[in-house]
């Protein structure tokens, strides 16, 4: 059974850090692209940095300077540092693993950034 779950959000201050992580189970991680999207209410669900199999990263401008995505193949993890977090990066962060034949979602966890 594939699974992606999301944790480490929660409240913080405008200004803080949070560090984001997203455990695959029941696919072979290390041959997947990974993802961090977010979506705000009333907004569509965005691309906020994703890693490639290979080890390649890709920001979106939102956030670059202030996140880093890596990822540990050993722990079939991902994770998404943020730093200097502000209100507008408030949302439901989703975690994505995917390979030309496959897409799976996390379930999302709640980031609130209050100001």
């Known amino acids: 059974q594939v699974q992606l779950v999301e944790s480490g959000g929660g409240l913080v201050q405008s200004g803080g850090s949070l560090r984001l992580s997203c455990a695959a189970s029941?696919?072979?991680?290390?041959?997947?692209?990974m993802g961090w999207y977010r979506q705000a209410p009333g907004k569509q669900r965005e691309l906020v940095a994703q890693?490639?199999?290979?080890?390649?990263?890709n920001y979106a401008d939102s956030v670059k300077g202030r996140a880093t995505i890596s990822r540990d193949n050993a722990k079939n993890t991902v994770y998404l540092q943020m730093n200097n977090l502000k209100p507008e990066d408030t949302a439901v962060y989703y975690c994505?693993?995917?390979?030309?034949?496959?897409?799976?979602w996390g379930q999302g966890t709640q980031v609130t950034v209050s100001s």
């Open positions: 029941g696919i072979i991680f290390r041959v997947y692209h």
């Open positions: 890693i490639s199999s290979g080890g390649m990263t």
């Open positions: 994505n693993a995917r390979t030309p034949l496959h897409s799976t």
